[in-house]
């Protein structure tokens, strides 16, 4: 059983101890020898210290002077830290909480890593069960578990459940957490979690498979040749021809970045931009190139975007653009280089195509190696490995999957599937609101909307129901609308980003009002020559026209403590809005500390702030 031993020094001046065990490789112990600690004992005569957690089976001594020593008899799973509270913004938190009701049948469930945890060291069994006891015939055990993070594949009846988790020991019953209960409503939405192979079976063996399908690819075509799209594709060919036949392909890699420590960051920003500088415009031009090709058939927009395809495709994973030396290059060249790959796949050799995938399975691989490695599904709060590096993966293993039987690919698909479905966005609420403020914002829910597209798409995973996707364009509309000025509380605003991507969410949702501030403010996506994939979804005439006068003046966001109020809620020349903060998050990731804020505007200008 395990025990903790505590002393209490006897004399302020003076105490010993020393208590030793045998092991299996030898004698092990731990001392200590000396006077008062000084300040830690502030000269009292009476302290206690916790000094060592063992499993008493085994033999030993104790050595003591001018010290009483005190036992107390522990649960095994206060060992690991199975029932600690969460750290805020840090650790993803126990899911479902004690006495959680579902929106979806079934929920996620989520739980703490042990305190020592390392990859690989433990794994865990989950139960769930109409008994509390956890002896019905209902009771469902999961046995085996590596991850934080579970989604049942089968819903569960109505009505109320208990759940736990242990950490599994070898020759002895799991180290039980405490029992949680939850219930679960009638009638609501089911989404179990789905069969990988049946899922992987509906996603095109053909090209495209990812936004778009062989069939759906000839809608789109039609769109932007004598559609709705036409005049944008017109506007594409005007922006990009002048790239073609131009050598705008670098030679080699990319330069490495120099160590911080050793040049400062000055210059280790310099040499930081100068590496963007080189990838990001061109990454850019490769997708923009293969979507155009998607809209026209002009297949010289699509050999075009394949050159960049397979330089981006022959840089050393483990090079210069590594996951684990700069993340920005390598996030993008997935996160771009799998659609225009997909988008312009008849324009490889077998030879390029072999090449290309074998890279592509080596930068995901290296992803779900850090994922795992950073204890990811434990502690998802990493603003590029939240938006990024799961996406990606998720992403990247639904483009394999279907001509790879692989099960690493599998073992991806499986992981960001669950990660993404159970804590995304890990700095939004259900009720719509993100507490890195509305620039991270409009970055972030880009990266999201994708991934519900793909899943939507690709396999038939429909998430555009759950409460933080349908809410949250309400934290933009009314919180900064059109040109608000209003301070952010975080790193900065971007209102025409902010319209962009409400854009985005509207054609997602097929809800109109999310269009009103891209077009009071004069921003149409679709008149460009780099409009998003999202941008060309759906007609956006099929929409309707917005309804803001429907929407409350005023608006309450309780999972980040924020509040706006709003006369027209259209953040034009005629509008009044107040804003108030004070969010549990705290200076989390891009949020500022600036708690309990007041904000005041009129008619276009910022009046007062507290």
């Given amino acids: 059983e395990w025990w903790a031993v505590g002393y209490t020094a006897e004399s302020p001046d003076i105490y010993f101890y020393h208590f030793e065990y045998n092991t299996h490789w030898g004698r092990s112990n731990i001392r200590h020898t000396g006077t008062c600690l000084g300040s830690l004992s502030q000269g009292k005569h009476d302290w206690q210290l916790s000094v060592y957690s063992r499993d008493f089976t085994q033999t030993g001594e104790i050595l003591l002077d001018d010290v009483s020593l005190t036992w107390k008899k522990i649960n095994p799973a206060a060992k690991f830290g199975l029932d600690r509270v969460a750290a805020n913004r840090v650790e993803f938190p126990h899911s479902p909480a004690d006495g959680a009701v579902w929106s979806v049948n079934p929920g996620s469930f989520s739980f703490l890593s042990p305190l020592d945890w390392v990859p690989g060291k433990y794994t865990y069994t989950l139960e769930y069960s109409p008994d509390a006891a956890f002896r019905s015939a209902e009771t469902v055990r999961v046995t085996g578990l590596e991850m934080h993070m579970y989604i049942p594949d089968k819903v569960l009846k109505p009505g109320k459940w208990y759940w736990r988790y242990g950490v599994e020991r070898k020759n002895q019953s799991p180290a039980w957490s405490k029992v949680r209960s939850f219930t679960v409503p009638a009638g609501i939405r089911e989404l179990p979690f789905p069969d990988l192979e049946e899922a992987i079976k509906r996603i095109p063996k053909g090209h495209p498979r990812i936004y778009f399908t062989p069939e759906s690819a000839g809608e789109l075509r039609r769109r932007g040749t004598v559609g709705d799209l036409a005049a944008m594709t017109k506007l594409r060919f005007a922006n990009q021809d002048k790239w073609l036949g131009k050598n705008d392909i670098p030679d080699g890699e990319p ?30 031009r490769m997708e923009s190139l293969a979507l155009t090709y998607l809209l026209s058939g002009e297949k010289k927009y699509g050999r075009a975007a394949a050159e960049y395809v397979k330089y981006f495709f022959s840089l050393d994973p483990d090079g210069s653009t590594a996951m684990s030396h700069n993340d920005e290059p390598g996030m993008w060249i997935m996160r771009r280089g799998i659609m225009a790959y997909d988008w312009t796949h008849e324009f490889y050799t077998p030879e390029e195509h072999k090449m290309i995938r074998k890279n592509l399975k080596l930068r995901a691989q290296r992803i779900y190696e850090i994922l795992r490695k950073q204890n990811f599904d434990c502690r998802p709060y990493g603003s590029h490995q939240a938006n990024g590096y799961q996406a990606i993966l998720l992403e990247a293993s639904i483009f394999l999957a279907p001509d790879d039987p692989d099960p690493v690919i599998r073992k991806w698909m499986r992981y960001s599937l669950t990660t993404f479905r159970t804590s995304w966005p890990p700095f939004g609420t259900p009720d719509g609101g993100w507490s890195e403020g509305p620039a991270y914002w409009s970055w972030s829910i880009d990266r999201g909307l994708r991934m519900v597209t793909i899943l939507k798409n690709a396999i038939g995973v429909d998430l555009t129901f759950l409460d933080f996707i349908k809410n949250t364009g309400y934290y933009i509309l009314q919180g900064w609308p059109g040109r608000s000025r209003l301070y952010s509380g975080c790193d900065s605003f971007a209102p025409e980003s902010q319209a962009a991507s409400l854009y985005m969410l509207a054609m997602t949702l097929r809800n109109p009002d999310f269009l009103q501030p891209a077009q009071a403010m004069g921003i149409d996506p679709l008149n460009t020559g780099w409009a998003s994939v999202l941008n060309v979804l759906a007609d956006v005439k099929s929409l309707g026209k917005p309804a803001l006068e429907k929407l409350p003046k005023a608006r309450l966001f309780p999972g980040i403590g924020f509040v706006t109020m709003r006369k027209t809620v259209t953040g034009g020349a005629d509008d009044i809005g107040m804003l108030f903060q004070s969010c549990p998050a705290g200076n989390t990731s891009h949020r500022l500390n600036s708690q309990n804020n007041i904000q005041f505007e009129a008619y276009g200008e910022r009046m007062f702030f507290s």
Avoid: C, N, Y
Avoid at 259 to 269: C, D, I, N
Avoid at 271 to 282: F, G, L, M, Q, Y
């Fill in 255 to 284: 330069p490495f970045l120099p160590k911080r420590s050793e040049v400062g960051v000055s210059k280790w920003l310099d040499a930081w931009r100068k590496v963007i500088s080189i990838t990001h415009p061109r990454l850019a």
